[in-house]
């Protein structure tokens, strides 16, 4: 999708990160590939807490709540057939009254860079063991020797690429 589509040039983040968890197989390892790829991406990444955050989501679920909530029952809107059709009668009168033109005229989508695949891969730093094997979440990688020279005691990063 991102190759097709193009990728946004901001997020906004959940409260919940996918930060690396030693339970599940990823004992310090560098497995938020989300958090230093974005920045490599060109995306800013919005923080759950901050005032524009809570602006645009407060902002568009208030007024929602406040309209849509009371026309649902008069739409039977109880049952899933009755809410669509509420729905779709709903967003077009409300997208005519509060909708605005954006703030900012570039697009809010650029263009994936060609490296998207290397810059979206997973990535843990490891140390070399003894006859050049890398363990990683359960498996022993076994590196080949450099100019018959050992490697064993270097960090080393080990790279997962995605297929797009």
Known sequence: MARHSGLPTALNRTERGSSPDPSRGDPGGGGDSARRALPELGISSIAPATAQAKGRIEGCFGTLQARLVSQAPAGGGDRPAAANEVLASFLPRFNGRFGRPAALKPPAWG???????????????????????????????????????????????????LSW
Do not use: K, M, Y
């Open 111 to 161: 263009r994936a860079p060609d490296d998207l695949d290397r810059i979206c891969a997973f990535r843990w730093r490891r140390t070399v063991g003894n006859d050049n094997p890398v363990r990683l979440v359960g498996a022993c990688l076994q590196l080949p020797a450099l100019a018959g020279r050992s490697l064993a005691g270097r960090r080393v990063e080990v790279e997962l690429c």
